[in-house]
Each structure stands twice: as structure tokens, then as C-alpha cells.
């Protein structure tokens, strides 16, 4: 289903009650002047139908803007939703809903900040935190019958979403340690295969393919955990790759592991061969 998000920390959205979807999610919705509706739920499971009219002529590039007025912003004051980030799912072209219940670790707004990511304790401290702003777990490295490297992604639906989603950071952790952290634009499914086959001209690629086999053969475990928007931030038209913006930082607070205390020359020459392999 599709998705997208809210920022509730712009007083725009939060105060006057209006959505913008963004580019990303416009060919999902209806028309200019058609109905549309919103199904809002708390977390009580009570819920709330509100109508409205798709506008496609306030916003400069033709992308759906959708008023729904004070009482959808009394409904985000009542849920204290101020300052958090709300996915909102596209049922079909008429109607979108928001589920309080279904709703993930919100981002942090911005100007917050997070105490450092540490691995000294125990890594506990360093993988709480990472799921805090939205990580999950997603998948194990195995060794298959053959002696191959295989990723093993979950079946849930989260895991399955990150599988295939583009834009997205990961990292590679045993029980309570932290120790590789990286980013794709490509599909992460893909991205992982890389790590599987350990391509020798992929200097990082293959030390991390090298040290998960490693870890594998002592019997240790070794998890994928992900971190993916479904849908972009939007400032204006221009799409905001929150992947790319927390990468640097995440490293830097996670501690010297696999990566260094900042990426390496290796590392991004690595993604972006990586990134490419696509396109060949």
C-alpha cells in the first residue's frame, strides 16, 4: 500500500489542517476538485471520517494539496502529535487513512538531539538507540548449504517493505554489538547479494562479506537491521534523502568498528560502484 508522511513539526500542517502528499505520492490520488476522504484513527481504536476536495492548482508543480481544516488539526492537538512525523496510508485514489496504532518510532523533530551511540556497554545502548529513530530488524546472515553467504530476510511486512525499498541505511550487528553501518539507493535486497557474492574489487564490500563469514563459522549470529522511508520528506518540490542526511552522524556515534569514525574513500567508492551495478 502506498505511504506517506507528515512533518506535524511545521506549524502549516499542524495549525491549518491542510496535507500535502508530495510528488511521490500524486499519481495515487484522484483528480482536481474530486472527493477525498481521511479516516483518522486514535490509539483508543475510536475513529474519526473527514471529507475534503483534492486541490491540484495550489501547489506550483500539480501535486494534490488536501484542506481538511480545523478539525483535523484539533484531532492532531487532542493525540499530542505535535512535533512528530505521522505516515499516512493511500487506500486507493479517494481516500488515505492514518491509524495512530500502526504507526512506527517517530522521527525525531528537528533540533532534537540524540545522546551518542555507544558499543562499550554492551552495544545494547547503541541498537536501542538506532531502533529508537526508526530501525528495525530485518534479516540474518547465513551460511546455506553449500557454504554461501546468504541474507535471510524476515516475512513480515516491515521486513519485506525494506527488502525492496531504495534510499535506505542498514547495518550489521551480532546480539548486542553494532558493528557495520551503511546506505544504498538501490534496492537493499541487491545491495545485500553484494555482501553474498563479496565482489574482490569492492575493497569495504568484501571485508564486510570476509568478516560476517567469519562470525557465521565461530557460530555467532549476524542481523540486518534497516532503516527505510517509504515515502520521501519533502522541502518544496525537492525530495530529502534522510538516509544520506544521518549516515555521517550514525557512524560517527556508533563508534569505530567495520567503519571508521568517519567514511573512508573506500567506502564511498565502493557505494557508488555498487549503486551503479544496476544500470549495467
Same mark, same amino acid.
Given at each position: 500500500?502506498?505511504?506517506?508522511?507528515?512533518?506535524?513539526?511545521?506549524?502549516?500542517?499542524?495549525?491549518?489542517?491542510? %496535507?500535502?502528499?508530495? %510528488?511521490?505520492?500524486?499519481?495515487?490520488? #484522484?483528480?482536481?476538485?474530486?472527493? +477525498?476522504?481521511?479516516?483518522?484513527?486514535?490509539?483508543?481504536?475510536?475513529?474519526?471520517?473527514? $471529507? !475534503?476536495?483534492?486541490?491540484?492548482?495550489? $501547489?506550483?508543480?500539480?501535486?494534490?494539496?488536501?484542506?481538511?481544516?480545523?478539525?483535523?488539526?484539533?484531532?492532531?492537538?487532542?493525540?499530542?502529535?505535535?512535533?512528530?512525523?505521522?505516515?499516512?496510508? +493511500?487506500?486507493?485514489?479517494?481516500?488515505?487513512?492514518?491509524?495512530?496504532? @500502526?504507526?512506527?518510532?517517530?522521527?525525531?523533530?528537528? &533540533?532534537? %538531539?540524540?545522546?551518542?551511540?555507544?558499543?562499550?556497554?554492551? &552495544?545494547?545502548?547503541?541498537?536501542?538507540? %538506532?531502533?529508537?529513530? #526508526?530501525?528495525?530488524?530485518?534479516?540474518?546472515?547465513?551460511?546455506?548449504?553449500?557454504?554461501?553467504?546468504?541474507? #535471510?530476510?524476515?516475512?513480515?511486512?516491515?521486513?519485506?517493505?525494506?527488502?525492496?525499498?531504495? $534510499?535506505?541505511?542498514? !547495518?550489521?550487528?551480532?546480539?548486542?554489538?553494532?558493528?557495520?553501518? &551503511?546506505?544504498?539507493?538501490?534496492?537493499?535486497?541487491?545491495?545485500?547479494?553484494?555482501?553474498?557474492? &563479496?565482489?574482490?574489487?569492492?575493497?569495504?564490500?568484501?571485508?564486510?562479506?570476509?568478516?560476517?563469514?567469519?562470525?557465521?563459522?565461530? @557460530?555467532?549470529?549476524?542481523?540486518?537491521?534497516?532503516?527505510?522511508?517509504?515515502?520521501?520528506?519533502?522541502?518544496?518540490?525537492?525530495?530529502?534523502? +534522510?538516509?544520506?542526511?544521518?549516515?555521517?552522524?550514525? +557512524?560517527?556515534?556508533? #563508534?569505530?568498528?567495520?567503519?571508521?569514525?568517519? @567514511?573512508?574513500?573506500?567506502?564511498?567508492?565502493?557505494?557508488?560502484?555498487?549503486?551503479?551495478?544496476?544500470?549495467?
Amino acid at each position: 500500500m502506498p505511504t506517506f508522511t507528515i512533518d506535524l513539526s511545521k506549524p502549516t500542517y499542524l495549525d491549518k489542517g491542510f %496535507i500535502n502528499p508530495g %510528488i511521490s505520492a500524486s499519481d495515487f490520488l #484522484g483528480k482536481h476538485e474530486e472527493r +477525498i476522504e481521511l479516516q483518522l484513527t486514535d490509539l483508543s481504536g475510536t475513529v474519526l471520517t473527514l $471529507n !475534503a476536495r483534492i486541490n491540484r492548482t495550489a $501547489n506550483s508543480n500539480g501535486s494534490p494539496r488536501l484542506c481538511f481544516g480545523r478539525e483535523l488539526s484539533s484531532w492532531y492537538y487532542k493525540n499530542s502529535l505535535e512535533d512528530k512525523i505521522i505516515l499516512v496510508e +493511500i487506500v486507493n485514489s479517494s481516500a488515505i487513512r492514518i491509524d495512530l496504532r @500502526k504507526q512506527e518510532t517517530p522521527l525525531p523533530a528537528e &533540533g532534537d %538531539i540524540l545522546e551518542p551511540l555507544s558499543n562499550d556497554a554492551g &552495544g545494547e545502548c547503541a541498537i536501542s538507540r %538506532i531502533t529508537a529513530i #526508526g530501525f528495525r530488524k530485518v534479516g540474518e546472515w547465513q551460511l546455506d548449504d553449500n557454504n554461501r553467504l546468504n541474507c #535471510g530476510f524476515f516475512d513480515d511486512p516491515a521486513s519485506q517493505m525494506s527488502m525492496t525499498g531504495k $534510499n535506505s541505511l542498514y !547495518a550489521f550487528s551480532d546480539d548486542c554489538v553494532i558493528y557495520y553501518i &551503511g546506505k544504498t539507493t538501490r534496492e537493499l535486497r541487491r545491495r545485500m547479494n553484494d555482501y553474498s557474492l &563479496g565482489y574482490e574489487n569492492l575493497k569495504t564490500n568484501k571485508k564486510c562479506h570476509d568478516k560476517i563469514r567469519q562470525m557465521l563459522e565461530d @557460530k555467532k549470529h549476524v542481523y540486518v537491521y534497516s532503516f527505510y522511508l517509504p515515502s520521501q520528506l519533502q522541502f518544496g518540490e525537492f525530495a530529502i534523502n +534522510i538516509a544520506a542526511a544521518l549516515e555521517d552522524s550514525l +557512524i560517527c556515534r556508533v #563508534g569505530k568498528i567495520w567503519n571508521g569514525r568517519q @567514511k573512508t574513500v573506500d567506502e564511498k567508492i565502493d557505494e557508488a560502484n555498487s549503486d551503479e551495478l544496476d544500470n549495467n
